[in-house]
């Protein structure tokens, strides 16, 4: 982007941002005011200097009621106050509406992560009573990869969320994700001693008592952005 463009750039959003202000809505109806008030002028002129004070009292002062001039200037005063308004509605609805494409894209996003790091996760908790297989050290390796994918995200995006909570919530679904992770890299180096004396099954059942809290907590975490998207 050259200089000419980006001053530009920077002009327009100056100006948009100047139009957004509620001090613009304010100046439209000025305008119509200061309209009306020149257009109506001419009869009430007419009544206070002709009718009241030359024909009923004799009193002439001289005064010249202004003509069609006045009912042409006061018209498009309020032609342009109406033409402003519109320009503000049409301005603050533009950009009422790319701020909530905006965050629907995030949220999107994160949501997508959320999804594949709770499934990645979930999957592993069915590995524990097998034999070691590649596949064991496949998917923790793919639940650790989507765990760092996620993290990463929430992090670079913190700034964005319209929820402190959400991020904290997001923070404590990838600390019990770890806690899970961990577990089952214990378990594949248990699986591979020829003679282990560890209770698989009793790391099955702590595995899915894991799991179900991180499913808890991805229901939170959906119900958050649920309520965020509904403006409560």
């Known amino acids: 982007m050259n200089k000419t463009t980006e001053i530009w750039n920077i002009t327009v959003e100056a100006v ?3 139009l957004r202000r509620p001090f613009s809505n304010f100046v439209t109806r000025i305008l119509l005011f200061s309209g009306a008030a020149v257009f109506i002028s001419p009869p ?10 030359r024909d009923w009292l004799g009193i002439d002062l001289g005064i010249e009621v202004p ?19 519109i320009v503000f509605v049409y301005l603050m609805s533009a950009h009422d509406l790319a701020q909530k494409k905006t965050k629907n894209l995030v949220y999107k996003e994160m949501w997508i992560r959320i999804d594949t790091l709770v499934d990645d ?3 592993l908790g069915n ?3 097998t034999v070691y297989a590649d596949r064991d050290d496949e998917m923790v390796t793919k639940a650790e990869s989507s765990y760092l994918n996620y ?9 964005f969320f319209f929820s402190e909570k959400l991020y904290k919530y997001g923070m404590d679904l990838a600390e019990l994700s770890v806690l899970e992770m961990r577990a089952f890299r214990a378990c594949i ?21 894991q799991i179900e809290l991180i499913l808890n907590k991805y229901d939170v975490l959906c119900q958050e952005i649920r309520q965020i998207q509904l403006g409560i």
């Open 16 to 18: 948009l941002r100047f």
């Open 44 to 53: 009430i002129e007419d009544l206070i200097f002709n009718a009241v004070l």
């Open 67 to 85: 003509g069609t001039e006045a009912y042409a200037f006061g018209t498009a005063l309020m032609l342009i106050g109406a033409i402003h308004n």
């Open 121 to 123: 996760i979930a999957r």
């Open 127 to 129: 590995l524990y009573l």
């Open 151 to 159: 993290v990463t995200f929430l992090r670079e995006n913190r700034p």
């Open 189 to 209: 180096s248990e699986k591979n001693k020829p003679n282990s004396s560890w209770d698989f099954n009793l790391a099955q059942k702590t595995a899915n008592v």
